[in-house]
C-alpha cells in the first residue's frame, strides 16, 4: 500500500490501472479506522483492481462548535488497518490540497437535507457533497462505498451522482455493530464507560420497533412509541426519532410497506446515529 498526498499523485496511480483495463473503487473516509470502514474496504477489493480509500478529516463538513479539532486521528494505525483490508492507495492530503487559496464552490442538495440530520447540522452535507464531489473527480473511480450506518448521506450522494450524471456506481454497504449492537463509529472512542453502556439503548430502540411492526403494530406512532420507550429505559431523549421514506426522507405515517427509522442523539460526550429499515409483512 502507497500512502500518497497530493492529487496529482493519485491521479498517475489510477491512469496506470486504467491504461491496463483496471478497474477502480473508492472509499471515502475521515479515518480513525474500525470494522464499518474496513467492511468497506473488504467490498471494494472484492470488486476492483485498485483499491483508493480517501483519509480526509473534511473540515467543511462540521459546523461551528462541533468536534473537528477533537476528532479522533490516528495515520500510523489507519495506514495499517487499511492495508490489511487490501487498500492499494491510502490518499492522505493536507488540507490545503483539497481545500487551496481561494476555493470558492459548494455543493447544495436541496429538501432531502432539509431534514433529519441536516436539520440540526446546517451546512453539513453541503461538505459532504462538495468533499465527494471533489474525489469523484480526483479518483474517477467506476464504483463508491458508503455505509448505510449514514443513511441521509447515501442518499445524498445519489442526489448528487444522478443530477450531475457523475459515471460513478454508489454502493451501499450494510451497518457494522458491535457485539452488544451498538453500531460502530469512530465517535464511540468518546463514550466513558456508564455512557457506552446506555449507547446500546439505540439499537434495542430500532429493535423495539422491529418487534412492533412484526406484531402488526405498523403506525408512525405506534414504530415511534415502541422505540422511543425503550430510549426512555437509558433516559436517553433523542435528537431526532422519525420514520422517513427510505427513497426521498418524506415523512410517512407508517410502515407500508417499507420506511427508514432513523434516529440521532446525545448521549455522554458523544452524537450518535443510527438507522433500519423496517418492512411490513405481507
Ligand atoms: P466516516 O469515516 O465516519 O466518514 O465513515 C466513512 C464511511 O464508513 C462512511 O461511508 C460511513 O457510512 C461508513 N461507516 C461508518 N461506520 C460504519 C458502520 N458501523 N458500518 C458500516 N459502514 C460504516
Redesign the pocket.
Known sequence: MQTLRTIAEVRAAVHATRERGGTVGL??????F?E??L??MRAARAAHDLVVVSLFVNPTQFGPGEDLAAYPRDEQSDASLAEGAGTDILFAPPVDEVYPDGFATSIHVSGITDVLCGATRPGHFDGVATVVTKLFGIVAPDAA??????AQ?ILVVRRVVRDLDLPVQVVA?????ERDGL????RNAYLDAASRQRATALNRALGAAEAAVAAGHTTAAEVLGAARAELATSGIDPEYLELRSPDDLAEVDAVAPAALLAVAARVGAARLIDNRLLEASR
Open positions: 472509499v471515502p473516509t475521515m479515518g480513525a474500525h464499518g470502514h467492511s468497506l462505498y458508503f455505509g448505510q450506518k449514514d448521506q454497504c450494510p451497518i457494522v455493530r453500531a460502530m463509529s469512530s
